[in-house]
């Protein structure tokens, strides 16, 4: 199977991943996302609900997934595992890439 090379980014380096913006999830967003989709308050990756304390990234499109779920993914992919959207970090290496 020859997957076509398609206009995918890259996995990010370890200077883009220390970019993101990890945040610790507290219980008290549950009601506070309460009427956001639920997107919002489960993990894409391994379908698990956010709990109290755990480790999450947020990515520009403001996506967020467990650090330890996203880790492995993007690795090999920059874009959301949910939107599909490019995981643009700033940081001045990676900018080479238009
Ligand atoms: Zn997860
Ligand atoms: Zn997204």
């Not at 507290?26 to 993990?43: F, Q, S, T, V």
Request: glycine letters at 4%; proline letters at 6%.
């Amino acid at each position: 199977m020859q997957e076509a090379k398609r206009k995918k980014p890259p996995g990010l380096t370890k200077e883009a991943l220390d970019c993101l913006h990890l945040e610790v999830f507290n219980n008290y967003e549950i009601g506070m996302e309460a009427e956001l989709p639920k997107a919002a308050l489960d993990c894409s990756i391994c379908l698990e609900s956010f709990v109290d304390g755990d480790e999450l990234i947020r990515l520009p499109c403001q996506h967020r997934f467990h650090s330890v779920c996203l880790d492995p993914w993007v690795r090999s992919c920059g874009d959301c595992p949910y939107c599909r959207r490019d995981i643009l970090v700033n940081i001045h290496k990676a900018i080479e890439r238009t």
